[in-house]
């Protein structure tokens, strides 16, 4: 057989600053959902995404020759009285005609190995055959190409007489002559091309190399790709139309919620717009503010972070910044002037985040991250309504943590498991405004340097670590159990310390109301079944009903006399996820408390809420 070649107390209200920063200063996602791409073709096929077409193109390549041992090779000319093979699109009244094929003789092969093609081809030898054998070896060499994951390959049967016994069999690759992308706005064609190097003038379909790629590309929310294959000027090539339909990568959020910290107002507006293509690389930079609208100005946070990729190598660098000024009520004053105490302070933060991956163990996909923050705590002045009176409540504080963090996550039929970990520590000294007696207070000045937390000496370690469980149960139920918790090794001031209570912690209680610096805290939540059939369809498209479970306990290290040593936070409800549209979500938990925390009794009823309009 031949074949071509192979080939704080008073001190608390900082954790305003603090929680606000928390809140604003992630990376916000792309918001909304992408448009379903359409692709039409008359005279073309199309490329869907499970399914690369199957073209057969007529090429002729490269005969080699290559006889077989008992091939007359004196004589290149038909016989008048040998039988013309029949084409696939003749008609079959020559199948009584029987004749013996001795070999099959392929041309341009560059795929598939001598001994396979052999071992395809060798039930199709021997006496008495009929045309529709020929057909039948056609046809099981060009699904060996199928299989390989090469759909424009195809395998044609050219005009000859099986006088020796010689059947030839002619591969034609179908590479692609030229590459053009249609009906693109947004995203530039040198964009989409880059994002597909499978798929370039000369190229050889590969069909799940293309199906990858093209996955990843059309999982951006803003841009969808359908390919078209259609037939060029040459027979041996085809051209390669990738339409697009894409939407300006400009996204937002607003939202209204109840996540006021305790001594601030109890509503928060918070806005966010991002846009996801800056110079064409799939740069990222989202702008976000939280503000109090039922009085103004009372804490005020604004952010930022910029989102570097670094091609397909799954490498990401994250710049981020937020800065926040809270103006924080006391009910009473801790100096005995009569009326309440105003706690004035600001503060920012920023830093970098460097992420990538460490592989697979098993369905276990791990990702390290490394980075350094930047965190200014100003000056805090403490006001006396009516008496003009401002004294220091809090000096200024400069350091600068270094971080190094882990994620892990598993994915499989029944849900997935994701793990945290995370330590940051810092060395006082390192700098000018983050020596000891910044963090602790200077003794010899108290009234301008009274420190942050008495018994800090500001080189500090934090550890946290967490895992999460997500059930897929019978019935379209759902099961989320998760759990973490931080570990410190000495009392660390207020950026440093764990936070307890609200929508994300232990509902029932108010946003981090509780404060500690070791933690521990769990979470359990059941799902229902998604309701889409209700009487107002044209409003609701998804309803799910919750029910859950929260607690937390909390350590201070070293209190100090007359505070709290411990705080230990449960709260229990149930509550509902709505989704109005693409564009509208809302989410309401109510929620009890089970144990008094530092501002909520227990027995007491909190309904936290979040309106969200995205776009």
């Not at 008073?10 to 959902?33: M, R």
């Not at 009234?447 to 670590?465: A, C, D, M, N, W």
Request: charged share 20%; proline share 7%; glycine share 10%.
């Amino acid at each position: 057989m031949g074949v071509g070649d192979k080939r704080c107390g008073w001190k608390e209200p900082l954790a305003v600053i603090i929680v606000s920063l928390a809140i604003a200063s992630g990376i916000a996602p792309a918001y909304g959902e992408g448009p379903a791409p359409t692709g039409k073709a008359s005279s073309t096929t199309a490329v869907r995404a499970a399914d690369i077409p199957k073209a057969s193109p007529s090429r002729n390549g490269d005969v080699k020759t290559v006889a077989a041992a008992d091939r007359n090779t004196s004589s290149s000319r038909p016989s008048k009285a040998a039988p013309a093979v029949r084409q696939p699109d003749q008609p079959e009244s020559d199948d009584h005609v029987t004749f013996t094929i001795k070999d099959f003789f392929v041309q341009g092969n560059n795929l598939l190995p001598p001994e396979r093609i052999d071992s395809l081809l060798e039930p199709f030898i021997g006496k008495s055959r009929r045309f529709n054998d020929i057909e039948k070896a056609r046809a099981t060499l060009e699904q060996a190409y199928r299989e390989l994951g090469y759909p424009t390959i195809a395998v044609t049967v050219p005009e000859q007489t099986v006088e020796f016994g010689i059947i030839t069999l002619t591969v034609t690759e179908g590479r692609l002559k030229t590459i053009d992308v249609t009906d693109n706005w947004w995203f530039s064609s040198a964009y989409i091309k880059n994002k597909l190097p499978a798929v370039k003038p000369g190229a050889l379909l590969h069909e799940p190399t293309v199906l990858k790629q093209l996955d990843t590309l059309n999982a951006n929310p803003d841009l969808k790709v359908v390919p078209v294959l259609k037939t060029s000027d040459n027979p041996e090539q085809l051209n390669l139309e990738l339409k697009a339909k894409d939407r300006p990568p400009l996204h937002g959020k607003v939202e209204l919620n109840n996540r006021g910290v305790p001594t601030t107002p109890r509503l928060r507006l918070n806005a966010a717009v991002q846009y996801t293509n800056l110079f064409d690389a799939d740069h990222a930079i989202t702008l976000q503010t939280s503000q109090t609208p039922q009085d103004w100005g009372a804490v005020e946070v604004y952010s930022g972070n910029y989102y570097i990729p670094f091609g397909a190598s799954e490498h990401q660098l994250v710049f981020y910044g937020a800065t926040a000024r809270s103006r924080a009520q006391l009910d009473s004053s801790p100096i005995p002037t009569g009326g309440g105490l105003d706690i004035i302070g600001n503060s920012t933060i920023a830093g970098f985040r460097y992420q990538f991956p460490l592989g697979m163990t098993g369905s276990l996909r791990h990702q390290l991250s490394v980075g350094v923050d930047y965190k200014h705590l100003g000056r805090s002045n403490a006001e006396l309504p009516g008496t003009g009176i401002s004294v220091t409540a809090t000096n200024p504080l400069t350091y600068t943590p270094a971080s190094l963090g882990y994620t892990g996550l598993a994915r499989d039929e029944q849900g997935y498991t994701k793990l945290t970990a995370t330590t940051r520590g810092y060395i006082a000294g390192i700098m000018p405004e983050g020596d000891k007696d910044h963090f602790a207070g200077d003794p010899n000045d108290p009234l301008e340097t009274p420190g942050f937390r008495k018994g800090s000496s500001g080189s500090f370690i934090v550890v946290q670590g967490g895992i999460e469980r997500y059930q897929v149960l019978p019935g379209d139920f759902g099961l989320t159990a998760k759990a973490d918790g931080q570990w410190v090794n000495e009392p660390v001031v207020p950026t440093e310390q764990y936070f307890a209570g609200g929508m994300e912690s232990v509902r029932g209680y108010r946003e981090f109301e509780a404060v500690g610096d070791n933690a521990a805290h769990a979470t359990i939540e059941a799902v229902s079944p998604a309701l889409n059939k209700l009487p107002l369809e044209h409003v609701s498209r998804s309803l799910r009903f919750v029910a859950f479970y929260d607690t937390a306990y909390l350590w201070i290290r070293q209190p100090v006399p007359g505070q709290v040593g411990h705080w230990y936070l449960q709260g229990t409800g149930v509550g509902f996820r709505l989704t109005v549209s693409d564009y509208l979500r809302f989410r309401y938990d109510a929620a009890w408390t089970l144990n008094s925390g530092p501002f909520t009794p227990a027995g007491s009823y909190y309904g936290h809420f979040s309106l969200e309009a995205v776009f």
